[in-house]
T-cell receptor, first 112, second 117 residues
């Protein structure tokens, strides 16, 4: 069974902290994605990666960075967390644009 | 810019009734289209997808959607709602440009489906 796992389901951090969200997929997919999900706004793409060490900005990259050192792992980094980054973060992986994107269960991040 | 619009953020139906969730897209080049479902406290999972083959697409759990180019629509239907269908549904478009696929998805804002007993 295909699987995308995220390091935490719930996370509480303080303003200014550096936050790491980890995502691992076991399907050998080329593409990996980070989205944030907010009520009434749907899912918005933060960053995606189409190969190891390759990344591209999505629609809302400000305040975030990413790292992909290995094919199966894609990390989202909040350099200095702010309260407006309180959200649900979803990781996904997929082969190409016609392929299904497989989603992890999400990390609900609260920044106090 | 290519986009997708879901009409109705909340839809309520009775158990056994028809489910119709609306999705319209804007794209000058016919895109790939997807419907995903999110059950409470879970990630998204694919219901069905259109990738320029048959215009009527059948998915899991009895759902289907029809691609209508003239109406730029991809509405999701199910003949008879079940309590377990209560979830949030997202329409998504994989934008195409004249160079080909872009490997990204643009999501609608979601429709929360409630099923009344």
């Amino acid at each position: 069974d295909v699987k995308v796992t995220q390091s935490s389901r719930y996370l509480v951090k303080r303003t200014g902290e550096k936050v790491f969200l980890e995502c691992v997929q076991d399907m050998d997919h080329e593409n990996m994605f980070w989205y944030r999900q907010d009520p009434g706004l749907g899912l918005r793409l933060i960053y995606f990666s189409y190969d190891v060490k390759m990344k591209e900005k999505g629609d809302i990259p400000e305040g975030y960075s990413v790292s992909r050192e290995k094919k199966e792992r894609f990390s989202l980094i909040l350099e200095s967390a702010s309260t407006n980054q309180t959200s649900m973060y979803l990781c996904a992986s997929g082969e190409d644009s016609t392929d299904t994107q497989y989603f992890g269960p999400g990390t609900r991040l609260t920044v106090l | 810019a290519q986009s997708v619009t879901q009409l109705g953020s909340h839809v309520s139906v009775s158990e056994g009734a028809l489910v119709l969730l609306r999705c319209n897209y804007s794209s000058s080049v016919p895109p790939y289209l997807f419907w995903y479902v999110q059950y409470p406290n879970q990630g998204l999972q694919l219901l069905l997808k259109y990738t320029s083959a048959a215009t009527l697409v059948k998915g899991i759990n009895g759902f289907e959607a029809e691609f209508k180019k003239s109406e730029t629509s991809f509405h999701l239907t199910k003949p008879s709602a079940h309590m377990r269908d209560a979830a949030e549904y997202f329409c998504a478009v994989s934008p195409m440009n004249y160079g080909g696929a872009t490997n990204k998805l643009i999501f609608g804002t979601g429709t929360l489906l409630a099923v009344q007993p």
